[in-house]
């Protein structure tokens, strides 16, 4: 059956059951075991399966935080700052304690969850911490607000809130940087919780930290299983993930190599040892430290898995209580309560995939059956999900070119709209489960060149065949930044790259685009169109250097290397139960377009103009008027060389003249051939600049920044002629 008419039908299913809020869900949990279910077949079962959870969903529950205690408050914070027509802020700090109800459908989805310790009333406990920042009286707020989950603990609200963020953001007490910062003027509330182990369990400086059960065997011995370890730190011991099963080192096995496609090295038991209480393993001769950025695996059978997919229900339980409860069961009031019409999401890089996740999996719809998220901004994220709901799983790993490579994140389906798995056979979307049950938020998917390389984005905007364009679901829009890297680098530093990182900001078209996600949600304002490259207009290309275009350079090496997205083999049935057999997944070299090492996705990366930076997308002005090459992409120095540079790009500058450019064999123009003078550079910065604002990509505010600093950049450096800048973009 086809994908459309599946869904009319089951709408249609939906609307004869109309189930009503008196039936309980004991009835509901039946009908889920009818016989007639099971002979539905494929993706006919699961999708009718999806939609009986959603009719259950109409009981009534309440978000299962069931206590908060509040360990600080400050009132006013950002040193009494007060924004006009808004007022002043108040911080308020604590951890909340929860509780998962393992009968419940919308919680059956979290793997493990049924072999977590019960409390007296048979639920599932769990806590975290827990940062807001909320207008002191309400009433004068925006009546909105903005929630983010932190990267590994870390709050990562700086680039759009213009500088005030930190991970203490209420500290901050520069009234310049306070007056023009993004989201207090507009009278947002913000919050923060924690939801990733890997977080750990310090919460100085407001490290935002999650507790989670551990599984064990239904006669309550430890559970074990393989687990495994991908490791590039340097330093004489790694702390591992999960303990040890057994000290018997004849039971693991750890490799060494230097580069990604060497053909691993086994180091003998007598070369490290496990600690005295297999936490930590460490190489012999005591002392002797793993070898800074080259790469060792150690697979070893563990014990103790902790359910890591709980998190996905303290971010929905967290943002549902602020917004629809009054208190908790003790009676502390809830700081938001009856003021929330409205939660967006903030997000950069890891929690944007576990974003993906959430919204796929179904968390989106609160316990009482309403919508969590009315939008999320999604920077660096791409169309990836993370190693969470799996037994063994580590939500701190990110996969990229040499990098934790054999953890599960880049799974089907990579998009929003409805598409068939060439390998399985299935079809599904993002947004399967949560159009089931009306709940599914808008979404800004913004991610960079770098995604291209590393994550295999082009799988979320082409079918997983690699053949064809996707349409733009109706609830997201996906913006490619040309020619960026994951993040802002330092374009004066190398780090262990060849070429000097990418300095290229996309901030301000961030607070653009969440400008425009408020206007979606809230007017039904469409935003801009979609800006990715595309296999039909021939912008999405092969990674060989000549599909891309990308001009030989003297001193530039072309690798490339790019991610390939396997479905890679964890043992019989991981992919429905998360439990797997095999960890990690057998692998050899090469690693990049390797058939035996499992079916391969098609995924594909930008191409370039004549100067190397990348043709579709938004273009920054520094692209559109460049002084140098940007790319997403990047390698690695001696000794790892031409391994790729993970989330690195370049920064590879024009030659300032004609003469120094011939001296070279640089192909790309000199700078003194493009622009005369400063006013000519200016003049094309400031159309550059304008256009991006009229077509939405910038606000006035930054657009009047931007032109600033690049003409301020361009001077400083003695890039152009110094003749007098133009000061204004209008």
């Known amino acids: ?322 917004r629809y409860e009054t208190k908790d069961d003790s009676g502390t009031p809830n700081p938001l309560a009856g003021d929330i019409s409205k939660i967006y999401t903030e997000v950069s890089s890891q929690p944007g995939r576990l974003l993906n996740d959430f919204r796929y999996l179904g968390f989106n719809q609160a316990e009482n059956g ?64 949560c159009a089931l049950t009306n709940t599914c938020p808008y979404a800004m998917e913004i991610f960079s060149a770098n995604e291209y390389w590393v994550k295999a984005a082009s799988l979320m905007t082409t079918d997983p065949s690699g053949t064809k364009d996707l349409p733009d679901s109706p609830f997201t829009r996906i913006y490619f930044m040309s020619s960026m890297q994951h993040g802002t680098g330092r374009g004066d530093a190398k780090g262990v790259c060849q070429q000097f990182q990418n300095p290229l900001d996309s901030q301000a078209v961030q607070r653009a685009l969440f400008t425009a996600l408020d206007k979606w949600v809230t007017a039904g304002t469409a935003p801009p169109p979609s800006q990715v490259p595309k296999l039909s207009d021939g912008t999405l290309v092969k990674p060989d250097q000549n599909s891309t275009q990308f001009p030989h350079m003297p001193g530039v090496a072309y690798s490339g290397f790019k991610t390939t997205r396997y479905l890679l083999n964890y043992g019989p049935n991981f992919y429905e139960t998360g439990i797997p057999t095999s960890n990690p997944p057998i692998f050899k070299p090469p690693y990049q377009d390797n058939p035996a090492n499992g079916p391969i996705y098609p995924s594909f990366v930008p191409k370039t103009d004549g100067d190397g930076n990348d043709l579709a997308g938004i273009r920054l002005p520094e692209v559109q008027v460049p002084l140098a090459t940007y790319t997403g992409w990047a390698v690695r120095a001696a000794p790892q060389d031409n391994d790729g540079c993970e989330g690195s790009g370049q920064y590879i500058p024009f030659a300032r003249t004609k003469a120094d450019r011939l001296s070279s064999g640089d192909p790309r123009l000199s700078i003194e051939e493009r622009y005369p003078d400063i006013e000519a550079y200016s003049s094309r910065l400031r159309h550059a600049i304008d256009n991006l604002e009229q077509a939405g990509f910038l606000l006035p505010f930054d657009a009047e920044s931007m032109l600033k600093k690049n003409l301020t950049n361009a001077a400083s450096k003695g890039l152009v002629s110094k003749s007098a800048p133009a000061t204004s973009s209008h």
């Open 370 to 433: 309403k919508r969590v998220f009315d939008g999320m901004m999604q920077w660096i994220a791409a169309g990836d999900g993370i190693s969470m709901n799996y037994r063994w799983s580590q939500p701190g790993r990110t996969e990229r070119n040499r990098q934790d490579h054999l953890f599960v994140e880049g799974r089907f389906p990579f998009a929003n709209v409805m598409s068939t798995d060439p390998i399985t056979g299935k079809t599904d979307s993002r947004y399967a489960k």
């Open 1 to 322: 059956m086809h994908a459309k008419k599946l869904s009319d039908a089951v709408v249609k299913f939906l609307n004869d059951l109309k189930p009503t809020v008196a039936r309980k869900a004991s009835y509901c949990e039946g009908l889920l075991r009818q016989k007639a279910l099971a002979r539905i077949d494929g993706f006919m079962r699961v999708t009718f399966a999806c939609a009986l959870i959603a009719a259950c969903a109409a009981v009534p529950a309440k978000a299962r935080v069931k206590k908060i205690q509040i360990t600080a408050k400050e009132s006013p914070t950002f040193g009494g700052y007060s924004w006009p027509g808004v007022g002043q802020y108040e911080k308020i700090v604590g951890k909340a304690f929860g509780e998962l109800d393992p009968k419940d459908p919308k919680n059956a989805v979290i793997v493990d969850l049924q072999l977590a310790p019960r409390n007296a009333n048979g639920k599932v406990e769990y806590s975290f911490d827990f940062y807001i920042l909320k207008p002191i009286d309400l009433t004068k707020g925006n009546h909105k607000m903005l929630y983010e989950p932190p990267n590994r603990g870390r709050k990562t609200i700086t680039a759009l809130n213009r500088g005030v963020g930190g991970n203490d953001p209420g500290s901050v007490k520069d009234a310049s940087l306070l007056a023009n910062s993004f989201l207090m003027p507009q009278g947002y509330s913000i919050s923060f919780s924690g939801w990733d182990t890997s977080a750990g369990t310090d919460t100085d400086d407001f490290n935002t930290t999650i507790t989670v059960p551990i599984a064990r065997n239904p006669d309550g011995s430890p559970i074990t299983g393989p687990s495994y370890e991908y490791i590039v730190s340097p330093g004489a011991s790694y702390e591992l993930t999960y303990p040890a099963a057994t000290l018997d080192k004849s039971k693991a096995t750890l490799t060494h190599r230097v580069h990604l496609n060497d053909i691993p090295e086994k180091v003998p038991a007598s070369g490290w040892q496990y600690n005295s209480d297999g936490t930590e393993i460490a190489l012999l001769p005591a002392g002797t430290p793993f070898v800074k950025n080259d790469i060792y695996e150690f697979s070893y059978t563990a014990k103790d898995p902790t359910i890591n997919g709980v998190g996905f229900a303290a971010v929905r339980d967290w943002s549902a209580w602020l």
